[in-house]
C-alpha cells in the first residue's frame, strides 16, 4: 500500500483507520491493537498495565539507550539552570517511568521503544532550517549547545492517549532559533521532520506509515514563549527514546504534536501535512490543543494518570498553560 503520496483530502483516505492500513500485516495488527491508543481499542487497558507493574525495566537496555556522545563542548552545557517561571504543580515522575514508557513509532508501536532503539545513531547531527526565511542555515550539537543560552524547565505532558507525566526538559525557547534565520512575512507556518533511517529504526523499515514523521505549528504557536526546542532530560542529554539529539516540546498541545529526533525545520506559507493527521485526520487534529471539552472519538479526554504512580487528574483546558496560549486561539 503506498501511503506516501495521499494526500488528506484524496476521499479514500478518510476511510482509512490505522487498522485499516495494518489489516493485511496480522502480526503487526496484534502487536498494534494491544498497545497503540493512537489507532486502536486496545489502548486503555493495555497501557495501565504495560505503564506500571508488569514492566520490569532491563538496565542494560536503558543504560545504552541514554549512551548518547554528543561533542565534549555540548557536554558541558549540563545541567543546565532551572528557570523558576514554570513549577508542575504536581509531583516530578520518576526519571525511569519516563524512560520506559515512551511512543516513539520509528522504532515500535510498543512503549518499550528503549529495548529496540540499539541501532539509532543520534550523532553526529544536524537540523537544517529552511524554507521562507533571509537566512537558511544548518545547526549541528556544538551551534545549538552554545548559541543558545539552555534552560531547564518542569512542563507537564499529556499524551492524547491520557496518560501524563512532568519532566524537567533542557532547551531553549525554538523563537531564538527561528530569528537567527530571519523569517520572511510571507512565513505562515513552520514544519518538523524526524530523521527516516529504515537502517536504524526497524518500524520504518516494516510498516507502511507516511514516514518521515511530521509536524507543523502556525508561526505564531512557534514563537510563543512555552515552545521549547529541547536536547535534554533530568539534566543530560536526551537517550534515543525520548527523542535524541534534539526534539520539540509543546506542554499545551497533546504529546504526538511534540516531534523527536528532528533533521529539518522548514518555514512555508501553506499548512503543512501532518504525520498523525495524514494517517486519521478524524482523530487527530493539526491544532491538537488538550481540551478536556472535546472527546477523542474513541475515548473521553476528562481525566488523565500519571506514569509511575497512576494517579488520576481532572484534565485542565492548554493543559493548564492557557495563559501563555490561550490569546493565540481567538
Ligand atoms: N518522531 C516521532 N516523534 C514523536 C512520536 C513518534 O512516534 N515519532 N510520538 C509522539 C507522542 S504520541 C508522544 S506522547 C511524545 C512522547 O514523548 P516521550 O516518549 O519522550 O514521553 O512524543 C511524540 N513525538
Ligand atoms: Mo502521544
Redesign the pocket.
Known sequence: MNFISRKPWDPSLHKLTEESVYRNRTQHRRDFLASLG?GSIGLMASSLLIGCNEHKPDQKKLKAAADIQIPKASKAAYPAERNQAFTYGRDETVQEQ?AIY?????FSTSKQTYLYVDGFTPTPWEVKVDGLCDKPMTFDLDDLHSRFPLEERAYR?R??ETWA?CVPWTGFPLQALLKQVEPEPGAKYVQFE?FNRPTEAQNIADSSFPWP?TEGLTIEEAMNDLTFLTTGIYGEPLPR???APIRIVLPWKY??K????IVRITLTAKKPDTFWNVVNPREYGFEANVDPGVPHPRWSQSEEWMLGTRERFPTVKYNGYGDYVAKLYG
Open positions: 493512537h519516563a515512551t511512543n516513539f513509532y520509528e505532558h499524551c492524547v507525566m524526524t514523521y527514546q525520548h527523542g504529546g504526538f511534540s516531534i523527536k529526533s
